[in-house]
């Protein structure tokens, strides 16, 4: 009998490691879905995927290729927060040097300089990511549709009271059609750092947006093995459901 484990081993293109950052504390609405759609789509382009784990006092793996993280809320930030600062230079030089990431909401906050809570209480963030966020007593609640150019339109669910400024020293994933996004002012939703996407959508964010996946797996695929061999993927269903999903109240 044949081992297909060992065929699938022989015929992939190469291993790529995903590490999910905090899913013990930083998984709410649905965030651990980006890690499985990582997977499955990973091996649907023909390579390998590794499914890693960080929460904290763990080691910090070695080799990531590419790195996921959640959203939780302000009790939650409050629980990782002194583990995230002492690996703070270890994620900025993996973000600086173009590690491919995605991080939601509560950690994108903190992938920030700081986040300061409706009473008033400061989280520090790891400055990987020139932004800011104050709690407030307003809720930016509801679907979201963001138009970006590098992904056409990216769709999710946002429920935060948090209100973001980016700095000078990143962009904005895209400019909201529906929803508010970072804040209620500026019309903008996310950030783009490098390789980094940032964003406040959960829902999860993958499942309704592979183009952002597969932006991850190719920037990772060409910095590890030098090119990218995409796979053929039938995507219908996917578009069927953005289409709903688009069509959707706010």
């Known amino acids: 009998m044949t081992d297909q484990s060992a065929v699938r081993e022989s015929t992939s293109k190469g291993t790529l490691r995903v590490l999910q950052l905090y899913p013990r504390d930083m998984n709410i609405y649905g965030d651990w879905g980006n890690a499985l759609v990582m997977q499955r789509r990973i091996s649907w382009h023909g390579y390998t995927p590794e499914l890693l784990e960080y929460n904290v006092g763990d080691p910090f793996p070695a080799d990531v290729d590419i790195i996921v993280g959640g959203g ?12 995230l600062l002492e690996r703070a230079q270890e994620l900025k030089t993996l973000a600086d040097g173009g590690t491919p990431m995605l991080v939601i909401c509560g950690l994108y906050q903190l992938f920030g300089h700081r986040f300061v809570t409706r009473t008033g209480s400061e989280i520090k963030g790891i400055g990987v990511l020139d932004v800011e966020t104050h709690g407030t007593d307003e809720r930016l609640i509801g679907n979201v549709v963001v138009a970006t150019d590098e992904f056409g339109d990216v769709l999710g669910y946002e429920n935060h009271s948090g209100q973001t400024t980016l700095g000078s020293g990143v962009a ?61 993927l039938d995507d219908r269903y996917v578009a069927k459901a953005r289409e709903l999903a688009a069509r959707r109240p706010r």
């Not at 939780?72 to 583990?83: E, M, R, T, Y």
């Not at 490098?194 to 993958?206: D, I």
């Open 172 to 232: 904005p994933l895209g400019t909201t059609t529906k929803g508010m996004g970072n804040n209620s002012t500026d019309g903008h939703e996310g950030v783009r750092y490098r390789n980094v996407v940032a964003s406040y959508l959960h829902g999860s964010l993958l499942p309704k947006n592979p183009a952002v996946a597969d932006f991850l797996i190719k920037t990772a695929a060409t910095r590890k093995f030098g090119s990218y061999s995409p796979g053929s």
């Open 72 to 83: 939780g809320q302000d009790s939650g930030q409050l629980v990782i927060q002194a583990d």
